[in-house]
């Protein structure tokens, strides 16, 4: 049974493309997948749907798979969603028959679960006592203990007749979560909350909802981002300050790890679960998060200019021109060309509208490479001794087409310098990195790295450096991705993976690196770069 205002099931099936692009161009060089966006808003008299809308859109960046907006009016919750970006997901009309003073919004990368309908979110479900719509960012790492936790639930029996175990056929973990909160019937949803959020392990920032209530909560290691903003009429909860600035909300601080928020008719109120032992992503300040976003009382692009600064006084190049990869580059090449005193310019054209898409392209485009993504300026380019920047290497296949392409437009010398330390180690709090076989930094020297993608010369700023620049404390933050420690302990392998609640997605072969972490070897990775074209 649908409900009102949400697709009757899963759209009627249609050949589509990934939502990737960079996968149909190069299936061996799917770079690292942003977390998803949140967003939540309690404004009465506010049109909370357009509220979410732009909010989510805001946080396009931070998933691209599927979107969805829940509203609700007091007394019932609808929800809205689909496979696809924000502007396909909703239209005007959509969202003028959202109506209500609650809302949440998400725009989701899979970390767990397929990208499929099913898995799109706010996941929701009806009870007896008040129905539920819950948003995730992060990833869980004891999945499979909440899975049995569902399992040992009492049966349907406080439930509405829509028997929700079957209105979703969700394989993601933030469907467990939602589904552990609906069964309350001793205490209330806020009580529930505080009982069950201990019992979470990993990361992640929730924003849900009942009919009269929004409520917000961070991983006591606080590793995903999640702000408090306010309306004139209101509050608001998002991913990133961003998306308080587009709905014209003030910035009042972060969620703090292991807090929990909750907005009603009588003011916002906070409870603490559990002791804050801060691990912020690290990468955030890298890639994932939008420039103009405040982080730790930091604004991510001031960050990024400073780690280019730093780069070019660790590692200077004797150069005519200092260009950036972009648009993620871009700070780091104006903070290396301030340092340096080479020339900043503009070498490489970014069709901005590529890099997400569904429709897949022909054999012929698919050849072309990079160059749907990027185009040289041969006239900046010809005869100069470039600097490239870059936020990382993953499997090196795009740095190599990149250097490639450059020397056919005329560069004399192509330096390459990353605003990352080497990724050697895969994300299981939400980021979406290769397995380890498949890092390129994962075995080989950055002279060997350098020889892969055809440089003059490489370097990457050092992990001492990267959390310098961002002032935070180093004990402070997640840098697991750079130096394998892990602040949330993992299961065994055999209870990692993001098809883990899907049986008949996993690889059935799936072999165990040297330190027992999931490894997929198709398609080389590291043990293959320096063969390759």
Known sequence: MALPGQPAGPPSPRRRGDGRLTHDLDPQDAGPQDACGLFGVWAPGEDVAKLAYFGIYALQHRGQESAGIAVSNGRQILVYKDMGLVSQVFDESTLEALKGHIALGHARYSTTGASTWHNAQPTFRPTATGSIALAHNGNL??????????????????????????????????????????????????????????????????????????????????????????????WVVASETAALDIVGASYIREIEPGEMVAVDEHGLRSRRFAEAVPKGCLFEFVYLARPDTLISNQRVHSVRVEIGRRL??????DADLVIPV????????????????????????????????????????????IRLKLNPLRDVI????????????????TQRALVRMLREAGAREVHVRISSPPVKWPCFYGIDFATRAELIANGLSVDEIRASIDADSLAYISLEQLVEATSVPSDNLCRACFDGV????????????????????????????????????AGGGASDALERP
């Open 141 to 234: 790492t004891n999945t499979a203990e909440l899975a049995q936790m569902v399992a040992a639930l009492p049966s349907d029996s406080g439930e509405l007749e829509l028997h929700a175990r079957s209105l979703e056929s969700s394989t993601n973990d933030t469907s467990l979560v939602t589904a552990l909160l609906a069964h309350h019937a001793d205490a209330s949803l806020e009580e529930r909350a505080v009982e069950l959020l201990p019992q979470v392990k990993g990361a992640f920032s929730f924003v849900w909802m009942d009919e009269g209530t929004l409520y917000a909560a961070r991983d006591p290691q606080g590793i995903r981002p999640l702000v408090l903003g306010r309306l004139e009429r209101g």
């Open 312 to 317: 070019a006084r660790d590692f200077p190049a």
């Open 326 to 369: 972009p648009e993620s580059g871009t700070p780091a090449a104006i903070g290396y060309a301030e340092a340096s005193g080479i020339p900043y310019g503009t070498g490489l054209v970014k069709n901005s509208y590529v890099g997400r898409t569904f429709i897949q392209p022909s054999q012929t485009i698919r050849q072309l490479g």
């Open 382 to 397: 010809e005869g100069k001794r470039l600097v490239v920047v870059d936020d990382s290497i993953v499997r090196g296949n």
């Open 486 to 521: 892990y602040p949330v302990p993992l299961p065994e392998p055999a209870l990692l993976g993001k098809h883990l609640l899907e049986p008949a997605l996993m690889v059935p072969d799936r072999q165990l690196d040297v330190d027992g972490l999931a490894a997929s070897l």
